[in-house]
């Protein structure tokens, strides 16, 4: 199947500072890709979906000046969490589909912690 | 719009029992259903996904769902759980054909299981 790669795998930042996570599919072309947030022992929270070329669609609730979203490829989609704060620790999931398929192909997540 | 429901947020099987995972969904379209499995701090594997072909899915690792539209259903099961099946599942529902890259999917609450020796 396709191989998609999100980088760092964990982070640990200082409140006020930015951070920023790579979500990249490696062997195939995604003109979309997805950005999830996970809590301990919950489900998936999408926040936002990720269009090369165009400003990322947000989900209602989520803050686009905080989650700033970069889609500059069609192998590269970029979260940056600006101004953590400890509430932003979580668990975040890229996910891209190939294009004319079926399936999502998910990143192995970054666990941000925010101290 | 679309919603998932997983019967048991936690399950607990005997190794060699089977596993079955309830799922339940609504949708305003033609469902197209999928199931996931997550290990500990890691992304999503796919191990099965029902689109509107044979309603009986056959996934990886020995897993198949049943997709009955009447009961508006897609149950995982597994006939023989293994120590390794230990993780969390997830049911999910694409809101639209999932060849078009925009849809997203809405995942069910998830259901660890738990198996013991």
């Known amino acids: 199947g396709a191989v998609v790669s999100q980088h760092p795998s964990r982070v640990i930042c200082k409140s006020g500072t930015s951070v920023k996570i790579e979500c990249r599919s490696l062997?195939?072309?995604?003109?979309?890709m997805f950005w999830y947030r996970q809590f301990p022992k919950q489900s998936l929270m999408l926040m936002a979906t990720?269009?090369?070329?165009?400003?990322?669609?947000?989900e209602q609730g989520v803050e686009k000046d905080k989650f700033l979203i970069n889609h500059a490829s069609l192998t590269l989609s970029t979260l940056t969490v600006t101004s953590a704060h400890p509430e932003d620790s979580s668990f975040y999931i890229c996910?891209?589909?190939?294009?004319?398929?079926?399936?999502?192909?998910f990143g192995q997540g970054t666990r941000l912690t925010v101290v | 719009a679309q919603s998932v429901t997983q019967l048991g947020s936690h399950v607990s099987v005997s190794e060699g029992a089977l596993v079955l995972l309830r799922c339940n969904y609504s949708?305003?379209?033609?469902?197209?259903l999928f199931w996931y499995v997550q290990y500990p701090n890691q992304g999503l594997q796919l191990l099965l996904k029902?689109?509107?072909?044979?309603?009986l899915v056959k996934g990886i690792n020995g897993f198949e769902a049943e997709f009955k539209k009447s009961e508006t259903s897609f149950h995982l099961t597994k006939p023989s759980a293994h120590m390794s099946d230990a993780a969390e599942y997830f049911c999910?529902?694409?809101?639209?054909?999932?060849?078009?890259?925009?849809?997203?999917?809405?995942f069910g609450g998830g259901t660890r299981v738990l198996v013991k020796p």
């Open positions: 996910s891209a589909r190939v294009v004319g398929g079926t399936e999502a192909f």
């Open positions: 062997d195939f072309q995604a003109t979309t």
């Open positions: 990720s269009n090369e070329g165009s400003k990322a669609t947000y």
């Open positions: 949708s305003s379209v033609p469902p197209y």
């Open positions: 029902y689109t509107s072909a044979a309603t």
């Open positions: 999910a529902v694409s809101d639209g054909f999932p060849r078009a890259a925009g849809n997203k999917l809405t």
